[in-house]
């Protein structure tokens, strides 16, 4: 079975970067299209970031276009995701999700992944 870890979150002041790292295993990593989403108390994922594959396609949410970016590593089995200019707003707990290839489904849409990781924290301090 397919097995995700998040890492790299924390506690930070506003104006200030973190990287985070999924790390996939029980599966090829290669064969699988990746995301990233979000979430605070009350409310559902919201979609952050994705990869596809083989790396040449990542979409974006509009908040955080200018200040993310995301990238994957298949010989380490692992997709980042580069956050600078962090805010305030982007406090939430951050979950990778990943899909195989060759399933149909919307790099937006949380309920299309197949497989997701237990999340990490990020807060940011004003």
């Known amino acids: 079975q397919v097995h995700l870890v998040e890492s790299g979150g924390g506690l930070v002041q506003a104006g200030d970067s973190l990287r985070l790292s999924c790390v996939l295993s029980g599966g090829r990593f290669s064969y699988y299209n990746m995301g990233w989403f979000r979430q605070t108390p009350g409310k559902g994922r919201e979609f952050v970031a994705a990869?596809?594959?083989?790396?040449?396609?990542?979409f974006y949410a509009d908040s955080v276009k200018a200040r993310f970016a995301v990238s994957r590593d298949n010989d380490k089995n692992t997709m980042y995701l580069q956050m600078n200019s962090l805010n305030p707003e982007d406090t939430a707990r951050y979950y990778c999700a990943a899909r195989l290839n060759y399933h149909d489904g919307s790099w937006y849409v949380d309920s299309d992944y197949d497989n997701w990781g237990q999340g990490t924290q990020v807060t940011v301090s004003s």
């Open positions: 990869i596809s594959w083989g790396g040449g396609q990542t």
